[in-house]
């Protein structure tokens, strides 16, 4: 048997984000997991969870490494977004045999003064003491953003699907270096898997320019694609099929698929 897929979602988000992909990588032979974040398995309508506003990308992280320990084997991470970022934080503990980056959060250490970038989460950054409270987005935003290569259908069933998000985590990532204690930051010397880096050329979130930032980090244990016709929702746009395939087609490459040779 391969190794286990952990599929990791980001901001915003439930494991829903998940449903075009997971079936087409069950199909192909693999076990998947997509677990929730701390706190993002509630009702999109209801109220935010009272302790989001203060959660860490450490307690993110520690509860996805703590699902990893009860796997029979260590995990290939595929990580979107925020999830992306965590999967970084995840092998570089050693808890991953291989990781997919798609359009990820960069780690501390890499600017990230895009003016994209900042439009994205100025709504949360002008928002008094954000880093201690929760945070929802307008569709406005959303649709202007995240979902730019949707429908208005499209966009608006997913922004519906969508839940609050930790003032805290968004803090560790944008403004990292005054977070004291670090959390995004990922030593690249401790992460000795091979890494899928996927960039959407046409993403305002996490621009081509950073990903390849990201890619670089790791030398050659990083693959870098660059989707020509993506921009940050690569879960979804039209093509997600071509994404999925090219994902299949890198595990091969590394022997981490059904009947392969694993290490």
């Known amino acids: 048997m391969p190794p286990p897929l952990v599929l990791i979602h980001g901001m915003w988000a439930t494991p829903s984000v998940w449903d075009n992909y997971k079936p087409v990588l069950e199909a192909a032979g693999y076990e998947v997991h997509t677990p929730a974040l701390r706190h993002h398995d509630v009702d999109p309508k209801g109220p935010p969870p009272e302790a989001l506003g203060t959660t860490s990308l450490t307690d993110y992280v520690d509860d996805l490494a703590a699902l990893i320990e009860t796997l029979p084997a260590t995990p290939i991470l595929i990580g979107h977004s925020m999830g992306g970022l965590l ?3 995840l092998a570089a503990r050693g808890l991953a045999t291989a990781a997919v980056l798609l359009t990820p959060a960069p780690p501390a250490g890499l600017p990230n003064f895009y003016p994209s970038v900042i439009a994205a989460f100025w709504p949360v950054l002008t928002t008094w003491k954000f880093w201690q409270k929760p945070h929802g987005r307008s569709f406005a935003h959303a649709r202007r953003t995240v979902f730019v290569h949707l429908s208005e259908q499209q966009a608006r069933e997913l922004y519906d699907q969508g839940v609050w998000e930790s003032g805290r985590a968004i803090a560790e990532i944008g403004l990292w270096y005054l977070d004291p204690k ?11 898997c091979p890494l899928l880096v996927v960039a959407g050329r046409h993403d305002g979130i996490t621009p081509p ?22 921009a940050h929702w690569v879960l979804g746009e039209p093509g997600w099929q071509i994404v ?15 009947g392969g040779i694993y290490h």
């Open 244 to 258: 999925v395939e090219d994902i299949l087609c890198w595990l091969k490459q590394q022997e981490f698929y059904p």
């Open 182 to 192: 670090r959390a995004a930051k990922v030593p690249a010397e401790k992460v000795s």
């Open 87 to 89: 999967a970084q934080l």
């Open 209 to 230: 320019g950073l990903v390849r930032k990201i890619a670089s980090r790791y030398g050659d244990r990083a693959t870098y694609l660059e989707l020509p016709n993506h």
